[in-house]
């Protein structure tokens, strides 16, 4: 079945959400199965490569609601990482810190540009404790394979960063807004890529919308390049 029911979404919002799990399925057995399923949002990502599909979405009823870009860069020629300001830790967190990281997640997602802060049908509320659960979720429950770095300042959590060894991603990030613009995000990103090298990897991952620009011109700088992009879409019915 292609059609599949994301419990967290539809608790989150408060209404029935499914996600298109092939993106080529025909459309008239997906709508078939989303009613039967009484599926009321149905979410799909495409390669924005493929315009046909995406006008096929269109033309069904589909609305654009982001576009992702995702990043790469090897790490066999990493340079040496520098020194933090005298003020400034990076460190492994541990779930005791999950609440503090839960904080920088609430003001750093504020209204973030997301798909769910783009449906104007989805709370943005809702939307903006999408990204603290995430956070608070990911400290709560890292491990040396899904490990998270903080950059700590003034005894204060400041930055977050969490890392999927296994699928050689980086999945989240932030830096609260007062603390952007000093170099704790680029400082987050070396160090990610120093544990990545020493957990074996080859490369590393990342991903963000397409009109989060600082963080791509943090990636640019050291090394990452554009790899591909998907098309976020949904569906109401």
Known sequence: MS????????????????????????????????RTMNVQMMTVRVDSTDLRRVQELEDDGYRLMDTLVWYGRELVDLPEIGPSPADEIIRRAGPEDAAKVATVAQEAFA????HYHSDPR????AADAAYVDWAESSVARC?????????????RIVGFLT?????AEIVLNAVIPGEQGKGTYGRLIDRALATGRKAGLTCLAVS??????????AWVRRGFRMQR???????WF
């Open 122 to 125: 989805l709370s943005a509320a």
């Open 163 to 167: 890392l999927d060894l296994g699928a």
């Open 143 to 155: 491990t040396d394979s899904r490990p998270v770095l903080v950059a700590v300042a003034q005894d």
């Open 229 to 235: 992009s998907l098309h976020t879409l949904h569906k």
């Open 111 to 114: 209204g973030y540009c997301g």
């Open 3 to 34: 059609v599949e029911i994301n419990a967290l979404e539809s608790a989150r919002f408060g209404i029935t959400a499914a996600r298109l799990t092939d993106p080529f399925a025909p459309l008239a057995q997906v709508n078939a199965a989303a």
């Open 208 to 217: 963000t919308q397409l009109n989060n620009l600082a963080p791509q011109r």
